[in-house]
């Protein structure tokens, strides 16, 4: 569920990105599908930090 997953941004050195996410500046169309699909606000901030920053301060304490 919305507890383990994430989303990274990293677009240095692919040479081919999907269709509609050609750059970082395209990020906020996934959070409007996310949002258009019943996703809450809460489970889109996970998937969009949240989780990376809890798992992070997890492990670093």
């Known amino acids: 569920g919305s507890n383990h997953v994430g989303l990274g941004s990293d ?9 509609g996410l050609e750059d970082v500046t395209k990020i ?10 019943g996703y809450s606000e809460d489970d889109i901030l996970k ?6 920053l809890r798992v992070f301060k997890s492990v670093i304490g």
């Open 11 to 19: 677009f240095d050195g692919i040479e081919k990105t999907p269709a």
């Open 28 to 37: 906020p169309s996934i959070t409007e599908g996310l949002l258009n699909r």
């Open 47 to 52: 998937i969009l930090g949240g989780n990376f």
